[in-house]
């Protein structure tokens, strides 16, 4: 039965160090707000601050398997195997990457672009952003998944192991429930994403529409793109609210 232990521990810690790519991941979503841009930054603070606390969640539940591990070698006078840095590092990274779209003509003035990145943000990283939330969302719940057949397949031949199948569940369920938060974050941030894209267009279509003598029929079709600006901001503030309350 020690050596099924002691096989059962490396694997609850195989699934600790993967943590590493959750943490990397979810400092680069949160590390630049200016991504958003001066004009929608304003958006995303709520979930900027519903993230601190998921970091929290995160650290808690990879210290509760560290302590368990630790504990199940420590049970068993078993010494812990070194940690393998070529091990570590091949474990896959999280953050999407940035796939740049096709800039229109106008962006392509970089004094331009720079005004147009400051003031309405970047969509085609707020879309990788969002990717890599998902990128979390499903790493946590394979995760969740994998220590639930440990559980399943390792423990049942233990005699006493009751104790550590509770707190072992406790990780479990707080895991599954760190995946839909991250998942919740995903559609947050695409949400915003088509904010921030709509913006940018909107921004542009009105440099181009002053930048010449400006008709009675270019300010009512442009009154008109802010309306519909308007409507959209006002559903993409529904739906965060709607995500971060529920």
Not at 53 to 60: G, H, I, K, P
Not at 125 to 143: G, P, S
Not at 185 to 195: A, D, K, M, N
Request: aromatic content about 6%.
């Amino acid at each position: 039965m020690t050596g099924q232990i002691v096989r059962h521990a490396g694997r609850v810690e195989a699934v600790r160090l993967r943590f590493a790519a959750v943490h990397e991941a979810s400092a680069v979503v949160v590390g630049d707000e200016t991504v958003y841009g001066r004009l929608c930054r304003w958006i995303i603070h709520p979930v900027l601050e519903k993230h601190a606390r998921q970091d929290e969640l995160v650290a808690y539940v990879e210290e509760n398997l560290r302590l368990i591990v630790a504990s199940l070698y420590d049970l068993y006078g078993v010494r812990a195997p070194a940690q393998d840095p070529v091990r570590e590092a091949a474990l896959p990274s999280l953050v999407a990457p940035v796939e740049e779209t096709t800039t229109a003509a106008l962006e392509r003035i970089a004094p331009l672009r720079a005004v147009l990145d400051d003031l309405t943000g970047l969509p085609d990283v707020i879309a990788a952003h969002a990717e890599t939330w998902y990128n979390i969302a499903a790493e946590q719940q394979d995760m969740a998944d994998e220590l639930e057949d440990f559980l399943a397949l390792d423990v049942p031949e233990w005699t006493g192991a009751d104790e550590h199948v509770r707190l072992m569940s406790h990780n479990v369920e707080a895991l599954r429930g760190l995946s839909s938060v991250s998942a919740a974050f995903g559609e947050i941030t695409e949400s915003v994403g088509v904010l921030v894209a709509q913006t940018r267009r909107l921004v542009r279509e009105l440099v181009v529409g002053l930048a010449v003598a400006p008709t009675d029929a270019t300010l009512w079709w442009l009154a008109c793109r802010i309306a519909v600006y308007g409507v959209a901001l006002n559903t993409t503030l529904d739906h965060i609210r709607a995500r971060l309350d529920g």
